[in-house]
Each structure stands twice: as structure tokens, then as C-alpha cells.
């Protein structure tokens, strides 16, 4: 079959991945831009300057550094809960799984918004409000539904004859648990706490409901609003915080590409 020319598809891509991505290009020009020249909207920093990031690091150090925590705290707690319950999901045939399968997707559904103001009553009778823990808690029940079905998918997959095997060696389920099915299921770990740590970094919502924005112990999406006011705004220091936001996720998807490419198919086929 002759071969046909797909240049005008490649040129199609190219031109949608540069309209995609204009907005994060244009978020980085303004981030050098000095405040007087914004508005003059030239396509490269004319007016060029670094001022920009030294105000974002003076004033948002603090407010990257409570992000980490809770995306980290995020992915551990996420990783806790749905390995086990996965395995217990896959391997394990434990009664009502199709029912839980159904209840995972159902949670997926229920709107970020519904949840926080939930969230808010129940934490505010814990004292979880303005809290760590509280932030850590409520962005990881958005990552545990997805993390579970992801690797549950995969583990079910799994070749039954590797876990016979050490069944037959007098290996326990715990051993099980812990020397074949995690190791084998290390793309599909990357690729759950990757979306983890994403979900939670970027989270505005639980953030912007869950803590009062009073103090330092505020994430990134709350502490850029120190350079919105009610008369101006200050575009340059709120383009270089969101340069500076930004910097972590993509380090982590250029990192983790490979994994997450073979996490998510890995349980899409099975023999």
C-alpha cells in the first residue's frame, strides 16, 4: 500500500501544541517584564528584568514549602490506603468488590466543591481546620478513588502462577503483598503518585476552603493571592510565583514519563 504524506498532519499538531502552549509562554515573558511595560503586550521581554522573582522568592518561599508537605503528605496517604486496598480488590476476591469498584467511580464523580463544604463541618468539630493534616486529608480522598482503580486494574492482570508459586513456598500474604505485588506494580505506583502529588499541588479549591488564608501555613495556590489586591495587581511577582509553581510538576512529568506512560495501559490488556 503506498505510502501517503501525513506533513499537513504534523503541521496541525505542531500549530495546536503552540496555541496550548502560548499561555504558559506568555506567563514566563511576563514574569521578566518590568510592571510599566506589561501592557504593551511585546511577545518578548523588552523591559527585561529579574525583580519579579526576587519578590516571588522573598514572599513565597514559605507557601511552596507547605505545598510540598501536603503533596507529599498526599501521595503517603494515598499509597497507604489503596495498596492494600487494591490487593485486597485484585488478588484477595474479597465479597462486594464489584459493589466498591462501583462506589470508587461514583466518588469520582461527587464535584470538589460538594465535598469541601462537607469537609468544612466535619473538620471544623475535629479542630482539622487550618491544619496540615486537614489539607492532607482532604486533597487525598480526590487521589485514593483513582489510585485504587488504577491499580487494581493492574494487579488483577497480574500473573496468578507467580503468586501460586510463593503460596506454595509457605509465603504469607503479607510476603506476597510486599516482595511481588508492589515491586511488579512499581510504573503503576510512579504513575498514582505522580497524579497524587499533582492533584494536591494544584488544589485550590479544599485550600482556599479549608484554611482561613491568615497565616504562612498557606499552599502556593492561596499565597499567590498575596499580589492580588483590591485597586492593582501586581502581574509580574504573580507570573514569576506561578513560573516558580510550575517548575516542580514539570521536573516530575519529564522524570516520570516513562512510568506513567507504562502505569496507565498496564492493565488495560490482559492475555
Avoid at 523591559?47 to 501521595?75: E, K, M, R
Avoid at 489510585?147 to 510476603?175: K, N
Avoid at 485550590?204 to 492561596?222: N, Q, V, Y
Amino acid at each position: 500500500m503506498q505510502h501517503r504524506s501525513t506533513w499537513w498532519k504534523t503541521a496541525i499538531g505542531i500549530v495546536l501544541t503552540l496555541i496550548m502552549l502560548f499561555p504558559v509562554y506568555w506567563m514566563i515573558n511576563i514574569s521578566f517584564t518590568q510592571r510599566r511595560s506589561i501592557r504593551s503586550g511585546d511577545l518578548v521581554p523588552m523591559d527585561f528584568t529579574l525583580d519579579n522573582y526576587t519578590a516571588a522568592f522573598n514572599s513565597q518561599l514559605p507557601y511552596l514549602g507547605t505545598s510540598l508537605i501536603i503533596a507529599l503528605g498526599c501521595v503517603i496517604v494515598t499509597l497507604l490506603i489503596a495498596l492494600p486496598s487494591s490487593y485486597a480488590l485484585a488478588i484477595l476476591h474479597i465479597k462486594g468488590r464489584k459493589t466498591l469498584n462501583f462506589l470508587l467511580i461514583v466518588a469520582q464523580m461527587i464535584p470538589a466543591v460538594v465535598m469541601a463544604l462537607g469537609f468544612y463541618q466535619i473538620f471544623s468539630d475535629l479542630n482539622l481546620l487550618d491544619t496540615l493534616p486537614g489539607l492532607i486529608v482532604a486533597d487525598s480522598t480526590i487521589a485514593v478513588p483513582f489510585a485504587v482503580m488504577l491499580l487494581t486494574g493492574f494487579m488483577t492482570g497480574m500473573p496468578r502462577s507467580l503468586i501460586e508459586a510463593a503460596q506454595i513456598d509457605g509465603a504469607s500474604q503479607w510476603t506476597v503483598f510486599t516482595r511481588i505485588v508492589i515491586p511488579l506494580s512499581r510504573n503503576t505506583i510512579v504513575t498514582t503518585s505522580l497524579f497524587s502529588f499533582l492533584w494536591a499541588w494544584s488544589d485550590f479549591m479544599f485550600a482556599s476552603t479549608l484554611d482561613s488564608g491568615g497565616g504562612k501555613m498557606r499552599p502556593i495556590t492561596m499565597g499567590i493571592y498575596d499580589f492580588i489586591g483590591s485597586q492593582n495587581q501586581e502581574w509580574g511577582p504573580m507570573m514569576a510565583t506561578a513560573v516558580l509553581a510550575s517548575v516542580p510538576t514539570a521536573l516530575l512529568l519529564i522524570v516520570a514519563q516513562k512510568y506513567v506512560a507504562a502505569g496507565v495501559t498496564a492493565g488495560a490488556i490482559k492475555d
